[in-house]
């Protein structure tokens, strides 16, 4: 006895057993499969969703008292004023930010190269100026009266003392006759 029925290569039974076997199975093969093709296209649609947030986000006019950046020069501040244009985006006008405390005075222009940034907080203002003191020069602090910068040779310390004396006036001679 066979394992495998025989059949005829051109008969519709043999169709009819490969069909048969596939009935409870249609889409996927496991439990599991379905559940992760089901947070495929949950998450597929997530991401649609972020990426038409992101395109609006990057491409809103910011509102006067937001901050900018140029991307050319790091520049960033305040939004004063926004003059739209008919082609192209709007000209920015900002007040440059210097420091939680120190408002600027003094508007700028950055013309059509800005982006959206986040307000600057305190504790990041903070704590960029004590990384940036670090690494900015610093000028050497000037030297007390009492202390000398090196140890004079003995050869510059009597030409030192001589100097002195020539310039020194001595005692009982006057410059008056």
């Known amino acids: 006895m066979r394992a495998f029925p025989v059949m005829d290569t051109g008969s519709n039974k043999s169709l009819a057993l490969v069909s048969g076997l596939g009935q409870g199975h249609e889409s996927s093969c496991t439990k599991r499969a379905a559940e992760l093709e089901a947070r495929i296209a949950r998450l ?33 501040g305040r939004v004063t004023k926004i003059t739209p244009r008919p082609h192209g985006r709007p000209w920015v006008e900002i007040v440059p930010y210097l ?29 960029n100026d004590a990384n940036e003191s670090l690494k900015l020069p610093t000028i050497a602090p000037f030297m007390p009266a009492g202390r000398l910068a090196h140890s004079p040779t003995r050869e510059e310390d009597q030409i030192e003392l001589s100097l002195q004396r020539l310039w020194s006036s001595p005692r009982g001679v006057s410059s008056e006759p």
């Not at 003094?106 to 704590?127: G, N, R, V």
């Open 44 to 76: 597929q649609a997530e991401l649609q969703e972020a990426e038409s947030e992101l395109e609006r986000e990057k491409s809103r006019l910011p509102a006067p008292g937001e901050f900018v950046r140029c991307p050319l020069t790091n520049f960033f």
């Open 99 to 127: 420091g939680p405390d120190l408002p600027g005075h003094s508007t700028m222009d950055l013309f059509d190269s800005w982006e959206l940034i986040d307000a600057p907080s305190k504790e990041m203002t903070a704590q």
